[in-house]
C-alpha cells in the first residue's frame, strides 16, 4: 500500500489541489490502518468522502467512527442477488449512525441479470444510493460489457420498476445508464477520465479513471499535481475530447457521446474508436 509519509502527502496534495470528491474503497475483512489515516488527515475538510466497504468490516464501532471522520456516504459490496441480503442486513442496523447508505454492485457477466431484483431489493430496504461502480480495467480480467440485445431485455423488466428520486442510483456507463433511465439524458458530459476524475490504484499508480488501464504516473516517484499539470495528461484529454472516428456521423452519438472510452483502449487498444457495447 505504500508507506504512511506517502500518504501524509497525497492528503495534503488533495487538500491543496482542492479536491471536491474522494471515494475510497477498502475491501478488506477489516478497514486497513492505512485508509482510517487518510480519512483521519481529511476529516477537517470540505471533501465529500465516500467509503466503500466489505459488509463484514462494518461493526457498530467502525460506524461510530467513520461518523466522526467525514465519510458522508458508506457503501457495502455486494457481487450477487444471493450475496445482497448480507451487507442490507448490516445497513439496516446501523441506519441510525447519521450516514447515507448504499450498496456498491459490480456487474459482470454472471449477475448482469439481477439488477431488477438487486434494484428492488435496495428500494425496498430504503438505501439511500444504489452504486454500479467502473470496472477496474487494470486489476480485472474480463472487460465486460452489455450488448444491445441483452440491455433491451434488461430495460423491459427495469420498465415496470417505480424508482423514487429518494434512492439515487449512481451509473458511469452511459449505454447500463440508459437501460435504467431510457428517457433521461446521460447527466456526464463524455467520458470524464483526466478531466473531473482520475484513480488511484493500491499501488500508488494514477490512472485516467478505473476503467482506464493507461497509466499516467507514479506517486511513489511523482506528486499528484505534477502528474495533473502533465503533458502525458494533457494529450490524453486532448484524445478524449476528439470523438471516434466510427462515432462522428453515428445518430447515437448525442446520448452516449463516444461510450466508454477505457473499455474502447482495453479491448481495441486505441480510445479512438467507438465502445464495444455500442451497436
Not at 28 to 51: F, P, R, V, W
Not at 126 to 148: A, H, N, S, W
Not at 154 to 164: A, M, N, Q, V, Y
Not at 210 to 222: F, I, N, S, V, Y
Amino acid at each position: 500500500m505504500g508507506s504512511v509519509p506517502i500518504f501524509s502527502r497525497i492528503c495534503k496534495e488533495l487538500i491543496d489541489i482542492k479536491i471536491l470528491n474522494l471515494n475510497l474503497l477498502d475491501q478488506g475483512a477489516s478497514i486497513s490502518e492505512e485508509c482510517l489515516g487518510i480519512l483521519e488527515s481529511l476529516k477537517d475538510t470540505h471533501m465529500a468522502i465516500s467509503l466503500t466497504a466489505s459488509a463484514s468490516a462494518l461493526d457498530k464501532q467502525l460506524i461510530s467512527r467513520l461518523a466522526v471522520l467525514n465519510v458522508r456516504a458508506l457503501f457495502a459490496v455486494a457481487g450477487s442477488l444471493d450475496d445482497l441480503r448480507f451487507p442490507l442486513d448490516v445497513i439496516q442496523r446501523h441506519k441510525s449512525a447519521g450516514l447515507s447508505f448504499g450498496i456498491s454492485f459490480s456487474v459482470n457477466r454472471d449477475n448482469y441479470t439481477d439488477l431488477p431484483e438487486v434494484l428492488t431489493l435496495c428500494l425496498d430496504s430504503e438505501m439511500d444510493y444504489l452504486v454500479i461502480p467502473m470496472q477496474r480495467l487494470m486489476e480485472e480480467g474480463e472487460c465486460f460489457y452489455i450488448t444491445k440485445k441483452e440491455r433491451e431485455g434488461l430495460e423491459l423488466r427495469l420498465r415496470g420498476i417505480d424508482k423514487p428520486e429518494r434512492m439515487k442510483v449512481i451509473i458511469n456507463d452511459p449505454f447500463l445508464w440508459s437501460v435504467f433511465f431510457p428517457e433521461v439524458q446521460y447527466p456526464e458530459c463524455g467520458c470524464q477520465a483526466a478531466n473531473s476524475m482520475l484513480y488511484i490504484s493500491r499501488g500508488l499508480d494514477v490512472y485516467p479513471c478505473p476503467a482506464m488501464p493507461l497509466k499516467l504516473g507514479d506517486l511513489r516517484k511523482t506528486t499528484l499535481s505534477e502528474i495533473i499539470s502533465s503533458a502525458e495528461k494533457s494529450e490524453f484529454r486532448r484524445l478524449i475530447n476528439t470523438t471516434p472516428e466510427g462515432c462522428r456521423d453515428c445518430k447515437k452519438l448525442p446520448q452516449c457521446l463516444g461510450g466508454c472510452r477505457g473499455r474502447t483502449y482495453a479491448l481495441k487498444g486505441s480510445a479512438n474508436e467507438p465502445d464495444p457495447a455500442c451497436g
